[in-house]
């Protein structure tokens, strides 16, 4: 079972600078073709000071991580037994090229279902820009699969 005093762990937060190579990159991955997203003419047109980036960006971001395997490590939990869960954005401001975004992770809530046969892991990405404004809201959780034989 995985210790429900890990509730409300933060880890350290960690930069990432929003680069146009990276972005493009990413771009062409997700099929984006949008030109706010591809040229930064076209961007600043339309209001934004560089490239935007794609609003499923985020999730790159979150990769940046020195350790993008922290909350799983500090719990414990061996890989093989988790099975992501969901994630919800929010989207608070636009990410741009040139931005620099810290991101905060911590551990919002624990709990089983099944008799302890399946818990569940809720965690909180909170990106902010260089001005300490806030970007984005990530909530993500993962299932813990026990092995068989620990759910009574």
């Given at each position: 079972?995985?210790d429900?005093?890990?509730?409300?762990?933060?880890?350290?937060?960690?930069?990432?600078?929003?680069?146009?190579?990276?972005?493009?990159?990413?771009?062409?991955?997700?099929?984006?073709?949008?030109a706010?997203?591809?040229?930064?003419?076209?961007?600043?047109?339309?209001g934004?000071?560089?490239?935007?980036?794609?609003?499923?960006?985020?999730?790159a971001?979150?990769?940046?991580?020195p350790?993008?395997?922290?909350?799983?490590?500090?719990?414990?939990?061996?890989?093989?037994?988790?099975?992501?869960?969901?994630?919800?954005?929010?989207?608070?401001?636009?990410?741009?090229?040139?931005?620099?975004?810290?991101?905060g992770?911590?551990?919002?809530?624990?709990?089983?279902?099944?008799?302890?046969a399946?818990?569940?892991?809720?965690t909180?990405l909170?990106?902010?820009?260089?001005?300490?404004?806030?970007?984005?809201?990530?909530?993500?959780?993962?299932?813990?699969?026990?092995?068989?034989g620990?759910?009574?």
């Amino acid at each position: 079972m995985i210790d429900t005093r890990h509730i409300g762990h933060r880890f350290a937060p960690f930069d990432s600078v929003i680069e146009a190579g990276r972005v493009r990159l990413f771009c062409q991955a997700i099929g984006e073709t949008a030109a706010i997203h591809l040229d930064a003419r076209a961007a600043r047109a339309a209001g934004y000071p560089d490239i935007v980036a794609p609003l499923t960006f985020p999730a790159a971001i979150a990769m940046d991580n020195p350790n993008p395997r922290c909350v799983i490590d500090l719990l414990g939990v061996e890989i093989a037994r988790v099975l992501h869960s969901e994630e919800r954005y929010d989207y608070l401001a636009p990410i741009c090229v040139g931005d620099r975004i810290t991101t905060g992770i911590a551990i919002m809530d624990i709990y089983a279902k099944k008799n302890g046969a399946l818990q569940f892991v809720v965690t909180s990405l909170e990106m902010h820009n260089a001005l300490g404004q806030p970007v984005c809201k990530v909530r993500r959780s993962f299932v813990v699969r026990q092995p068989s034989g620990l759910n009574g």
